[in-house]
């Protein structure tokens, strides 16, 4: 679109104005377009409806809830309970201790299996920094011996 024209009717007044743009559908000179992080009013009026309504969704939200509607229920536990699971807390920071944890019932399976693959990357992070340490260790003997 290389120009095109817009009217608004302001106080009466219908103003017109040629919007100019590039070829590459950037505005021409004199017009750098819209404020950087803008809204048009659209947008604008559209959130202040949603935001005065949110009471009103809040009550009949609760109204549900406490009719045991199931639906809601879930909604409302699903933004107000914290992701990921509960905190699990070890007497041990050996990986038989999340082995022996799921064998007396104090975490479930799949909190088991997230707990090892935490564990086996934290070792496995462990070993690299290790690995590291070694290389510029010999880096450095090399260095030195190089330097004979």
């Not at 009103?56 to 549900?64: C, N, S």
């Not at 914290?82 to 038989?96: A, F, H, I, Q």
């Not at 007396?104 to 564990?119: F, N, V």
Request: hydrophobic content about 40%; overall charge positive; proline content about 4%.
């Amino acid at each position: 679109m290389a120009g095109g024209a817009w009217s608004q009717h302001s106080m009466g007044v219908k103003m017109t104005e040629q919007i100019v743009r590039r070829p590459n559908g950037t505005f021409g000179p004199g017009n750098p377009g819209r404020v950087r992080g803008s809204k048009n009013k659209v947008s604008l009026a559209s959130l202040k409806a949603v935001q005065d309504l949110s009471s009103e969704a809040i009550a009949k939200l609760k109204e549900r809830v406490t009719a045991g509607d199931m639906t809601a229920i879930k909604l409302v536990l699903e933004y107000t309970l914290p992701k990921g699971g509960r905190t699990v807390e070890l007497d041990s920071s050996d990986p038989n201790a999340i082995i022996d944890a799921a064998v007396m019932g104090e975490i479930s399976p799949d909190e088991a299996a997230r707990l090892a693959q935490a564990t086996k990357t934290a070792s496995e992070a462990a070993e690299l920094k290790d690995l590291k340490r070694q290389v510029e260790e010999l880096e450095l003997l090399i260095t030195s011996l190089s330097k004979r």
